[in-house]
Each structure stands twice: as structure tokens, then as C-alpha cells.
């Protein structure tokens, strides 16, 4: 079974720092491009960042530079670590498998509280 | 790119056909706009890619079509399991990827 879970979210305060990873089986996670996406309180989605099948990595400008992105395809895991976090990156937190121009597997996320 | 979705909340009853909007703020491909659908508690669910092609095991009551800004998802003959929140996506150069607001579907 094709399948993603997501794991180390928590309760932070601002500033602090979590990392969050990814478990990917049941399929070849080195062919794949995989996608960092959180929905907010809101419900509102959001991209966080991709990291392609050579390792490169992307990042929209509001977590660039706070935010890192890797995998380590012997372990078929994705990582997201996150520094100088703020209130408004309260999310659940997702990674999903980039199909095309999509996303066809998703995890069934984590949660990030950022709160004094 | 902003996509905007529309309207907010449709209300319709079951065995009723949805029309769901899509619009966004500069041309995009149609290879890069996708649909999901999400219940709540769960994550998004890929129904359409490529702006009309069905995900796999995805009923052939859900089609999407549309080009350039404007882009529809159609949901006929509103089956129970079919009232939740349904997002559209781009994808951008660089990459980027961008999500709409959502429309909620919910029971008349």
C-alpha cells in the first residue's frame, strides 16, 4: 500500500525551531518529487516546499530562509526542519507525492502549534 | 498566481449537479491546474489533473474542463459521499504552487 505518515509536530514557542519528517512505502520515493503543504486553522492550504528527485530544494518566500527541506532516499524519508518559527505557521502539516501537476498521495499530517 | 474559487458555499441536494469556479489571475496552462477534494479529518484527495483528466479511481460523475483563467469542476448527480470542501491548485514555474480558497459543498 502506497503510503506517507507524517510525525514530530508539536507545541513550540516563537522562535523555536521542530523538524518534521516524512515515512514513505509502498512505492520507489527516489523517482519522486515530493511537496511540503499545511492548511492553517483557516483551512486555507499552503505550499511549503519541494524537494525534487535530485535532493534540489524550493521554498515560497514566506518560510525561505527558515525553512529546509532534504530526503534521504535509503531511509524513504522526507524532513522538513523549521527555525524561527511564528505564530502564523500554526498548520497541520503535510507531505505529498508529486504526481504530475498534482499531488496524488498525501500523509495524513501533523500538527504545529506556535504559541508563548 | 491568485486563484480564486467560487462561490464560497454551495448548497445543493443530493442527485443535484455542482458547478464549482476556478479563476485565476494570469493564464496558466492547462496541464498545471489540478483539483482535490477534502473531507473533514482527512487529508486532500486528488480528483482531477491536467485541468480535465480523473485521478485514478475517481468516478466519472466528477469531470473538470476550462482553459486559459477560468476553469470549472462539475460534480453531477451529487452523491452523499460528495458534500466537503473542494480546493483547485497551479502549478507554477520555479516550482510554485499555489491553492485556491476553497468551495464548500454542503446539503441543502
Known amino acids: 500500500e502506497v503510503q506517507l505518515v507524517e510525525s514530530g509536530g508539536g507545541l513550540v514557542q516563537p522562535g523555536g525551531s521542530l523538524r518534521l519528517s516524512c515515512a514513505a512505502s509502498?512505492?520507489?520515493?527516489?523517482?519522486?518529487?515530493m511537496h511540503w503543504v499545511r492548511q492553517t486553522p483557516g483551512k486555507r492550504l499552503e505550499w511549503v516546499s519541494t524537494?525534487?528527485?535530485?535532493?534540489?530544494?524550493y521554498y515560497p518566500a514566506s518560510v525561505k530562509g527558515r525553512f529546509t527541506s532534504s530526503r534521504e532516499n535509503v531511509k524513504n524519508s522526507l524532513y522538513l526542519q523549521m527555525n524561527n518559527l511564528r505564530p502564523g505557521d500554526t498548520a497541520v502539516y503535510y507531505c505529498?507525492?508529486?504526481?504530475?501537476?498534482?499531488?496524488?498521495?498525501w500523509g495524513l499530517g501533523t500538527t504545529v502549534t506556535v504559541s508563548s | 498566481i491568485v486563484l480564486t474559487q467560487s462561490p464560497d458555499t454551495l448548497s445543493l441536494s443530493p442527485g443535484e449537479r455542482a458547478t464549482l469556479s476556478c479563476r485565476a489571475s494570469q493564464i496558466i496552462s492547462s496541464s498545471y491546474l489540478a483539483w482535490y477534494q477534502q473531507k473533514p479529518g482527512q487529508a486532500p484527495r486528488l480528483l482531477i489533473y491536467g485541468a480535465s483528466t480523473r485521478a485514478a479511481a475517481i468516478p466519472d460523475r466528477f469531470s473538470g474542463s476550462g482553459s486559459g483563467t477560468d476553469f470549472t469542476l462539475t460534480i453531477n448527480r451529487l452523491e452523499p459521499e460528495d458534500f466537503a470542501v473542494y480546493y483547485c491548485?497551479?502549478?507554477?514555474?520555479?516550482?510554485?504552487?499555489?491553492f485556491g480558497g476553497g468551495t464548500k459543498v454542503e446539503i441543502k
Open positions: 509502498g512505492f520507489i520515493f527516489s523517482n519522486y518529487d
Open positions: 505529498a507525492r508529486r504526481w504530475l501537476y498534482g499531488m496524488d498521495v
Open positions: 524537494v525534487d528527485s535530485a535532493g534540489d530544494t
Open positions: 491548485q497551479q502549478y507554477g514555474g520555479s516550482p510554485s504552487l499555489t
